[in-house]
């Protein structure tokens, strides 16, 4: 990527209604003129074409009827269809109404595109207050904007506006998002293209279909082999009321009373764990240890250096996303090596958002063996022997490992599942053969989904190409 060199003067900071000097506004407002898209048609800002929809606020608690939600947790990136809707008359935080919206954006985030086109209007829709309801104001189709929206030049513009203190707080202000230029495109190719994303839709429509989730997959493995019916784990897990006997108060060390560490769908996986022939504590196979927070008066380093930091916000199924590795200076990881993560380490996250688990190849990330530093919300799982990874990597990703970890969390402010409580934690303790026959049941599975989902991502840059070709 070629330097951009240009002055900033501090009249320059009247653009921004929150006074920004930072060149990646300058840039955008300055010398872009919030201009993102090249095209041989006359451009408007987008709040031309939308408007800000004034949307109540609902606290949270018991609801006086039932809505549908939107949580952004349960949507895809950059897809644009809502998704995973949930039907509630109980609120644990407090949602917009956005019922009556053509478009919804979520300001949280948005380089990840949570962009939607409203579809839902069968019943009352709530959503989180980072999610700002638009109504479209007739010059160009909702289909239309929701694709001008989640277009490659769009996304990219939005990495120039947002602001926050974290990259998990990273937000788009609304006010400034509307200035942003898009075409005005003519009535004529407005039709000719919604005729031709809508095939492509269609086609979309087929081949995500035949999608399953990779942990499903994961989890309908390891439920056939263990015998766990699972369509009757997930009904039982849904079940807020039921009986407890206080004798089992006691079957803990820690005489929990939590409702969560009790919970009536957890008796088939108890007695699925128990079998000692087959299954051994977490502790006996793996060392374990913690992480580190970044001490007060430090903070990450505002450029390269050869150190990183891994954190729960980096990683999700696929693994650990290196470009969102935040660094560190020399100077704050002298004092923090001790908390180095290596190759052939595992890590789950025990603070918040529970089990979210990371196999660690510094080689893949480009770092050096000892230069990966493991925050204090991970929990480091060494190997004490030889394991087959990828059945691993597999187990801990399912439902098997995930109910343990949400049966022993402790909860004050956030949930937090301290390392005294692994030692409550079972892996299966499988021969190689099982091993490697779970392995390669699952990763076939996996193959045939990932040419499936390339299919998908191939149907989708047609309607990026068919915008660029008739703008």
């Known amino acids: 990527m070629a330097v951009i060199t240009f002055d900033s003067k501090l009249k320059d900071m009247a653009i921004s209604i929150h006074c920004r000097l930072d060149e990646k506004y300058q840039y955008i407002s300055k010398i872009k003129k919030w201009e993102v898209f090249t095209s041989k048609f006359n451009q408007l800002p987008l709040g031309y074409f939308i408007t800000e929809m004034n949307s109540k606020k609902l606290k949270k608690g018991m609801l006086q009827k039932k809505y549908k939600v939107l949580n952004i947790s349960d949507q895809k990136q950059n897809d644009g269809i809502i998704r995973n809707i949930q039907i509630t008359d109980e609120i644990g935080s407090d949602k ?43 010059k160009m189709s ?15 513009s939005y990495s120039y506006m947002q602001t926050g203190k974290t990259p998990s707080h990273l937000r788009v202000n609304p006010i400034e998002l509307l200035r942003v230029l898009i075409p005005v495109i003519p009535n004529e190719i407005q039709d000719k293209l919604e005729k031709e ?120 199924f696929g693994g650990i996303q290196k470009q969102e590795l935040k660094y560190i200076s020399k100077e704050l990881y002298d004092g923090l090596k001790r908390y180095s993560i290596h190759t052939g380490d595992f890590c789950v996250s025990i603070v ?28 480091k799982l060494k190997p004490k022997l030889d394991l087959n990874t990828d059945f691993m990597i597999y187990y801990l990703n399912s439902f098997l490992f995930e109910a343990q970890v949400n049966r022993e969390y402790t909860i004050t402010s956030v949930k937090k599942l301290g390392i005294d409580k692994w030692d409550y934690i079972m892996i299966p303790n499988l021969d190689e053969e099982e091993q ?24 989708r840059m047609k309607i990026n190409d068919l915008i660029n070709d008739n703008i």
């Open 197 to 316: 994303i809508t095939i492509i839709e269609k086609n979309i429509s087929k081949l995500e279909k035949m999608i399953v989730e990779p942990k499903v997959i994961i989890n309908k493995v390891f439920a056939d082999k263990f015998a766990v019916d699972k369509k009757l784990y997930n009904n039982e897990k849904n079940r807020k009321h039921f009986n407890v006997p206080l004798c089992r108060v006691a079957k803990n060390d820690h005489l929990r009373m939590s409702t969560h560490f009790h919970h009536v769908s957890l008796n088939k996986i108890d007695k699925v764990v128990s079998d000692k022939n087959k299954w051994i504590k977490l502790s006996k196979v793996f060392k374990l240890s913690g992480g580190k927070r970044i001490p007060k008066g430090f903070s990450y380093s505002n450029s390269n250096t050869d150190y990183r930091y891994l954190r729960p916000a980096e990683v999700d």
């Open 352 to 379: 918040g958002t529970l089990g979210k688990v990371a196999y660690i190849d510094t080689k893949i990330l480009g770092l050096k063996k000892d230069n990966l530093i493991l925050s204090e919300n991970f929990i």
């Open 436 to 459: 490697s026959e779970i392995v390669t049941n699952i990763r076939k599975k996996l193959r045939k989904q990932k040419l499936i989902i390339e299919r998908v991502n191939q149907e």
């Open 96 to 138: 917009s109404i956005l019922t009556g919206s053509d478009i919804l954006i979520s300001k949280l985030g948005m380089t990840r595109g949570y962009i939607f086109k409203n579809t839902i209007k069968d019943m009352d829709l709530l959503g989180s207050t980072e999610i700002i309801p638009y109504v479209n104001n007739g």
């Open 142 to 156: 909702t289909m239309l904007l929701k694709y001008i929206l989640l277009h490659p030049n769009m996304v990219n």
